[in-house]
């Protein structure tokens, strides 16, 4: 799977329709300290549904949102989109595949996946097992290394399943544990009204 390119609109620093082309190889971002850099990281963090501000280096949600300059007023959407080359590792039928979040000043939030309305959790779905997505391992922030040599087994062992393949089950396994706990509560309920019914 190959990143081809990232479109930004009102995020953070990227007041402007910024668009970023990637070619083969290893790509560098470099600029002079505060203008953007780390703000890409953390834009392909968000489109891939990272909900925690501490990570994404803001306070609410909202300061993801150009927040205006001196001589330029705030925006209230913020937009990115990544388009990705598939070659197979996602589990849809395109050869090109576009993720994009869209988040107003309102609070009200939009995934697409190629164009089409979908939830956070499909977003989720999609890349689990690729080694992209909120906890994989293919943004290795300053740290990071630190911080997975240092966490518990239990937690190390995450990295391990998202890179043999299975998390995509065991989430789904948990999901079918969730929906048979909320089935179990509803027999119940059902019998004690049978029971006061009888
Ligand atoms: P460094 O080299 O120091 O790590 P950098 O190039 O990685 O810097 P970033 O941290 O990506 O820079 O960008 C910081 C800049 O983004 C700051 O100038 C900050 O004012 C701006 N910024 C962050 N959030 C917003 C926002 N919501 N609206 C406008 N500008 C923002």
């Known amino acids: 799977m ?3 390119s990232i479109d930004l609109f009102g995020f953070k620093s990227f007041a402007e329709k910024s668009h970023i082309q990637f070619t083969d190889g290893i790509s560098a971002l470099i600029g002079p300290n505060g203008c953007g850099k780390s703000n890409v990281v953390d834009a392909v963090k968000w489109v891939l549904g990272e909900q925690a501000t501490k990570s994404l280096r803001a306070e609410r949600m909202e300061d993801i949102i150009f927040n205006g300059t001196d001589t ?12 990705l080359e ?6 849809l039928d395109f050869p090109e595949i576009t993720i994009r979040r869209r988040l107003f000043r309102s609070g009200e939030s939009e995934y697409f996946v ?3 309305p979908v939830k ?5 779905e999609l890349f689990y097992d690729t080694g992209i997505g909120k906890t994989a391992y293919s943004i290795m922030e300053q740290g990071k290394i630190d911080q997975i040599l240092s966490t518990r087994p239990e937690d190390r062992r995450a990295l391990f399943e998202e890179a043999a393949g299975i998390t995509r089950y065991k989430m789904r396994g948990r999901e079918a544990d969730r929906k048979l706990e909320r089935t179990e509560a509803n027999m119940h309920e059902v019998d004690s009204v049978l029971t006061e019914v009888r």
């Open 72 to 83: 330029r007023k705030p925006l209230n959407v913020a937009e990115v989109t990544l388009t």
């Open 120 to 124: 956070l959790r499909d977003v989720r």
């Open 114 to 116: 190629n164009g089409a």
């Open 86 to 91: 598939n070659d197979g590792v996602l589990p």
């Open 2 to 4: 190959f990143l081809k």
